[in-house]
């Protein structure tokens, strides 16, 4: 064991000042303004934050830096990486997969410090990262298979291919600033894009283990990865009109800022996920005992700060009473400690003032008419608030309006089960639902509308993101454009194509083309 009782292997041993950032190919040395680090979990008996390192606090000069870089990489659509061959671009992402692979168990121990995740929910992100990377090479050598042809309409072939957008700006979200973020930023650099990155605000020392990864593995310029506030370094580049595309995981607010801050929004691709309110909706003849499970897994997994946690609970008035009182007990069931523990369910808010934020959510409720229904909601630790269970809620209440992200949970209920059908029509969000009941009867229409308003329905299943194959898309405020595999890949490209009539000129053209193998664009090649 190391101090406070930590396990050795989880201590932290030295503060991480980082200092150096990626620009154009070269990791530079920073000597400017930083900001620190810290984590709300404690490695002395008293509670005193830990201090993790600090990373630079960078401005608009690195921002326009980092974009020129950007800029000339793409050199527009000259450069190497958008004119490489496809099988040479998953060469670079095979190495940096690779080299990644070796940070596994320092990105795995920063997950848990910086943002509390338990372990065995960090090293699930790191593995299913790497997955999620290996899957996309995978998919890009099947896309390129079946364009490996050439197509003929009235007398015009056609060799249609997938090409880069141009200059990509990635950000990230603070609770998979692995996973989420490697979603939108890989299937924009394997097809062609050249990009410029800022980790989360929390999460964001975790990247630091991998810039030498990037700059080893890609030609200069492809990767570029600055540290500060979005305000300081975000914009900026968005103001340039530089930006081709702007891939976002996080807020509405953040992402309309952003937008608006583009001089031409029409150029502007938007690849954004987004907040949700997802809801669980409990039929009469639910399951009770697999409902609550799903219930607890959807709502407090990751502490609720998910954006397909289940956010309300709509449970129907004949069964309210029974599964309030299951459900109230399992809550409190729950094991509270640091995210290495054995069996440790809820750990360490990331946020420091989250907790603060949760209990005007509950002094809302409560003067409302809401009461906590389980004995230890709303608990205050230094670093935590315990889950509470707040009914009955009413529209009025500021928790059944904002998308709470962290530990407490409202319940509703009804009788007409238009009732949150109403609802989640009028809600500003559309991500997923959860449906818990067994008669198909009443399942069946509601499945035909559901599908209509959000764009994931789960049977009696929490909501969830993965597996990474399957599309994740939202309605409204909640999502544009789709990630999955298979889905980013065509939101981070366009269709592109060479045509020409069938006439001898060109057939000689082209079959010398495919011959000399001098372009990389028209090519049959087949990538095994």
């Known amino acids: 064991m190391g101090k406070s009782g930590i396990p050795a292997e989880y201590t932290i041993n030295e503060v991480n000042h980082q200092r150096t950032y990626l620009i154009n190919g070269e990791l530079r040395a920073w000597n400017g303004k930083t900001s620190e680090v810290y984590s709300t979990i404690s490695s002395t008996e008293k509670y005193v934050p830990t201090l993790l390192g600090s990373i630079p606090d960078m401005e608009e000069k690195e921002a326009l830096e980092a974009l020129d870089a950007a800029l000339a990489a793409y050199n527009k659509g000259k450069g190497i990486w958008p004119t490489m061959r496809v099988k040479e671009r998953i060469d670079c992402m095979e190495i940096f997969v690779k080299k990644m692979q070796t940070k596994r168990d320092e990105i795995v121990k920063l997950l848990m410090w910086e943002i509390g995740k338990s372990l065995p929910d960090s090293q699930k992100e790191f593995d299913r990262t790497v997955e999620y990377i290996l899957d996309t090479i995978e998919d890009y050598k099947q896309l390129d298979r079946d364009n490996a042809k050439f197509e003929k309409n009235d007398g015009v072939y056609a060799h249609i291919r997938r090409g880069p957008l141009g200059v990509v700006l990635c950000l990230g979200p603070y609770n998979y600033p692995l996973n989420e973020t490697f979603a939108l930023l890989i299937p924009a650099i394997i097809m062609g894009n050249t990009t410029i990155f800022k980790p989360a605000k929390h999460g964001v020392l975790l990247i630091t283990p991998l810039l030498e990864a990037f700059q080893s593995s890609f030609p200069k310029g492809v990767v570029n990865i600055v540290f500060g506030r979005g305000r300081a370094v975000a914009a900026p580049i968005m103001k340039t009109g530089k930006v081709d595309v702007l891939a976002l995981i996080g807020n509405s607010k953040s992402a309309n800022a952003l937008q608006n801050q583009h001089p031409k929004s029409n150029r502007l691709r938007l690849v954004l996920g987004l907040e949700a309110k997802n809801p669980a909706i409990i039929l009469p003849d639910a399951d009770l005992d697999l409902t609550v499970d799903e219930c607890i897994a959807g709502t407090l997994s990751f502490n609720g700060q998910r954006c397909t946690a289940l956010k309300i609970i709509y449970v129907h008035e004949d069964i309210v ?117 067994k008669d198909v009867y009443a399942i069946a229409p509601l499945i035909d509308t559901l599908v209509n308003l959000v764009c994931r329905v789960n049977l009696n299943s929490s909501c969830q993101r993965g597996p990474d194959v399957y599309p994740f898309t939202g309605r409204k405020d909640s999502a544009q454009a789709t990630l999955s595999v298979y889905d980013a890949l065509r939101s981070f490209s366009i269709r592109t194509f060479v045509a020409f009539k069938d006439n001898e000129l060109n057939n000689e053209t082209v079959e010398q083309l495919l011959e000399s193998k001098l372009s990389n664009f028209i090519s049959t090649d087949y990538i095994l």
């Open 321 to 437: 009473a029974e599964f309030n009182k299951r459900f109230s007990e399992r809550v409190d069931a729950l094991k509270f400690g640091n995210p290495w523990e054995e069996g440790v369910k809820l750990t360490p808010l990331p946020e420091p003032d989250k907790p603060a934020y949760i209990q005007e959510l509950i002094d809302d409720a409560r003067e409302k008419g809401a009461k906590i229904l389980n004995k230890k909601g709303g608990t205050h630790s230094d670093n935590y608030i315990w889950p509470a269970i707040l009914y009955p809620v009413n529209k009025e209440m500021r928790v059944y309006q904002e998308e709470q992200f962290g530990p407490v949970i409202p319940i509703v209920t009804f009788k007409d089960i238009e009732e949150p059908l109403d609802d989640m029509a009028e809600s500003n969000y559309g991500q997923q639902v959860s449906l818990f009941g």
